[in-house]
């Protein structure tokens, strides 16, 4: 009986992983908006409002990696953009760094 109870058991347990495996990701309004940029990516309508959880220094290291150096005044405002003034390519620009990782310039 011990057995019988034992087999059981671990039938049901091995069913609840089949389960979790066949679940699908649920749908996206706007599949072009990625959830994190990466290097050889940006939101089109970058940069994107919303809460930023980069620090003040991985927000300086990453506009930093992007080529821009002398990175000054770098302030988060109220929509959650970190924009700072940065040189790159020997010319002084205003930089923004969204939540999402885009870097954009003007």
């Not at 034992?6 to 091995?14: E, I, N, P, R, W």
């Amino acid at each position: 009986m011990k057995n019988v109870l034992l087999a059981a058991v671990f039938l049901g347990a091995t069913t609840f992983g089949a389960f979790a495996q066949t679940a699908t990701p649920p749908a996206t309004t706007d599949g072009d908006t990625p959830a994190v940029a990466t290097p050889d990516t940006t939101n089109l309508t970058a940069p994107v409002a919303g809460a930023n959880s980069f620090t003040e220094a991985q927000a300086k290291d990453r506009l930093t990696e992007a080529g821009y150096t002398d990175v000054t005044g770098l302030k988060l405002d109220d929509k959650g953009v970190w924009r700072a003034t940065g040189m790159k390519d020997g010319k002084s620009v205003a930089v923004a760094l969204d939540y999402q990782g885009n870097i954009v310039a003007n």
